[in-house]
């Protein structure tokens, strides 16, 4: 915990991966809800398969999930978006003639059956 999960539509070409790995895991890391480095799993999903809206439109998206154990605050939740948002925000492709689309969503895990160890 948590976990970051980052969608994105493979059609904006250039999506520096590297690049946003280690930025969302730097902007995360420096909040104060993040208490130990090492446990903060982000992964980047490239999408060849998806669909946006029903126009014939040049179409593209971004999405951050993060999953966090339940019982952080709604300004800490706030403030954990704002952070994914602003590096995605700033590192995303706006390739000429597509449509972007941003989106983060914060989702609650239940404490009480989570498990986790290290092996």
């Given amino acids: 915990m948590p976990h970051l999960t980052v969608e994105y539509s493979s059609n904006l070409a250039g999506f520096p991966k590297a690049e946003v790995l280690q930025a969302l895991n730097q902007a995360l890391t420096a909040s104060p809800e993040i208490q130990n480095e090492s446990d903060l799993k982000t992964r980047l999903v490239a ?24 019982g952080r605050t709604p300004d800490a939740k706030k403030d954990l978006g704002e952070r994914i948002a602003g590096v995605l925000r700033r590192l995303t492709p706006r390739p000429a003639g597509l449509m972007v689309q941003l989106s983060v969503e914060m989702v609650d895990m239940d404490r009480a059956s989570y498990v986790k160890e290290k092996l």
Wanted: hydrophobic share 50%; glycine share 4%; no cysteine.
């Fill in 47 to 70: 999408l060849d398969n998806f669909e946006i809206g029903t126009a014939p439109a040049s179409r593209a998206f971004v999405h951050a999930q993060l999953r966090l154990l339940s």
